[in-house]
């Protein structure tokens, strides 16, 4: 079996690395299909990604994983209502998709100030070991 997975994984690298060579080819050449079967593959890829990880992390399913998702999803409902969703004149984007992105980055600051307070608490802890 893992013989079988491993030729399985070489051919589609060597696929992949082919068309990727060759849709480098035709965006030199000026072809935009060559940007277009580019972003095709990378969707592909992206999609197989996130499958295999989804399949390879539901294998290890605990209680503290599901503790720690469903707080990851209560603070991402918490940074979507916090956000206004306000949108400049200057940008072209909608009222929902700029809910989406402030939400977006209220989480990331959020991870931010909880990843550097993590970090103190570790290093003042060890100084008073």
């Known amino acids: 079996m893992h013989q079988g997975s ?11 690395m082919g068309l990727g060579v060759l849709f480098t080819i035709m965006i030199f050449a000026g072809s935009d299909a060559g940007i277009d079967g580019g972003l ?3 969707y592909i ?12 992390s539901l294998q290890g399913l ?5 503790i720690g998702l469903g707080a990851f ?10 956000d206004g969703g306000t949108v400049r004149p200057g940008w072209n984007v909608t009222e ?7 939400a977006g980055l209220i989480l990331m600051y959020i991870a931010l100030i909880g990843a550097i307070c993590m970090i103190l608490y570790g290093e003042i802890t060890r100084m008073f070991k």
Not at 73 to 82: D, G, H, I, K, S
């Open 73 to 82: 999803l209560a603070l991402f409902v918490v940074a979507y209502v916090l």
């Open 40 to 42: 095709w593959i990378t």
């Open 6 to 16: 491993n030729l399985i994984g070489r051919i589609a690298q060597w696929a992949i």
């Open 45 to 56: 890829a992206l999609g197989i990604a996130a499958i295999a990880t989804l399949g390879f």
């Open 96 to 102: 929902s998709t700029s809910k989406w992105i402030g």
């Open 62 to 66: 605990t209680k503290k994983s599901l």
